[in-house]
C-alpha cells in the first residue's frame, strides 16, 4: 500500500512542476507579446530615456528597486531625474496583470 501511495505523491509532484513550467511558459510568451504589442515602441530604442530592452547597465538601479517597485510605478506611471513613463506606457487599456507580465518579461531580458 505505501508503494502504491509514495507512486502516487511521485505522480502528483510531477505533474503539478509540468504545470507550473507550462504556466511560467505561458506567462513569459504573454509577457512577450504584450512587450512587442505595447511596449517596444519606448523601450526598444530609448524613447524619453526608457531603458533598452537588454541594456543590462541600464536596468541594473531598476532592477534593485524589485518587481513590485517597477510593476507598480509600470502601471501609475513615473518621472524621474532623465526620463519618464506614462501610466501603463499610454495603454489604459492593459490590465495590472498585463503590466506585470511585461514587466517582468523586460526583466529576465535584462538581467
Known amino acids: 500500500m505505501s508503494r502504491l501511495f509514495s507512486a502516487a505523491l511521485c505522480a502528483l509532484f510531477v505533474f503539478s512542476m509540468t504545470s507550473v513550467d507550462a504556466k511560467a511558459a505561458g506567462d513569459?510568451?504573454?509577457?512577450?507579446?504584450?512587450?512587442?504589442?505595447?511596449?517596444?515602441?519606448c523601450h526598444k530604442d530609448g524613447v524619453m530615456n526608457a531603458p533598452k530592452l537588454g541594456d543590462k547597465a541600464a536596468w541594473?538601479?531598476?532592477?534593485k528597486q524589485g518587481l513590485d517597485v517597477l510593476t507598480k510605478k509600470?502601471?501609475?506611471g513615473f518621472?524621474?531625474?532623465?526620463?519618464?513613463?506614462?501610466?501603463?506606457?499610454?495603454h489604459p487599456n492593459l490590465t495590472?496583470?498585463?503590466v506585470k507580465s511585461a514587466v517582468e518579461y523586460m526583466i529576465q531580458q535584462s538581467k
Open 74 to 76: 509600470s502601471i501609475t
Open 96 to 98: 495590472d496583470a498585463q
Open 60 to 63: 541594473a538601479p531598476r532592477l
Open 28 to 41: 513569459a510568451k504573454a509577457g512577450k507579446a504584450i512587450y512587442d504589442t505595447n511596449c517596444s515602441t
Open 79 to 90: 518621472t524621474g531625474k532623465v526620463g519618464m513613463m506614462m501610466a501603463k506606457g499610454g
